[in-house]
């Protein structure tokens, strides 16, 4: 069973940019589609884009198209997630998941076998 841990969560001012990280050990990150998904306090957890596992095929939400890019380095075994423009409504803790259909692309968690520990993202206005 793959094993993912997150990191690169902070505390940034809006406007500001963070990439997120998602490494993975124990088995080949390729044997995988990969997602990112939210969960601010109070709230559910939110999917927020997601990448087949070859990263020919990329899937972004509405609230973070065209500010978020998620890629992946199957050599690396690890996930990417680069932010930019943040906004204050961005702040959450980050999740990367990992499912076994490899060109799955959609945002249904239960669908995802694996999941991180998550890395916090807070946005300041």
């Known amino acids: 069973q793959v094993h993912l841990r997150e990191s690169g969560g902070g505390l940034v001012q809006a406007g500001d940019s963070l990439t997120l990280s998602c490494a993975a050990s124990?088995?080949?990150?390729?044997?995988?589609?990969m997602g990112w998904f939210r969960q601010a306090p109070g709230k559910e957890r939110q999917y927020v884009s997601a990448?087949?596992?070859?990263?020919?095929?990329?899937y972004y939400t509405a609230p973070v198209k065209g500010r978020f890019t998620i890629s992946r380095d199957n050599a690396k075994n690890t996930v990417y997630l680069q932010m930019n423009s943040l906004k204050p409504e961005d702040s959450a803790i980050y999740y990367c998941?990992?499912?076994?259909?490899?060109?799955?692309?959609?945002?249904?968690?239960?669908?995802?076998?694996?999941w991180g520990q998550g890395t916090p993202v807070t946005v300041s206005s």
């Open positions: 990448i087949s596992w070859v990263g020919e095929s990329k």
């Open positions: 124990g088995r080949a990150l390729s044997d995988y589609a």
């Open positions: 998941a990992a499912t076994e259909n490899r060109n799955y692309m959609y945002g249904k968690v239960s669908d995802y076998d694996t």
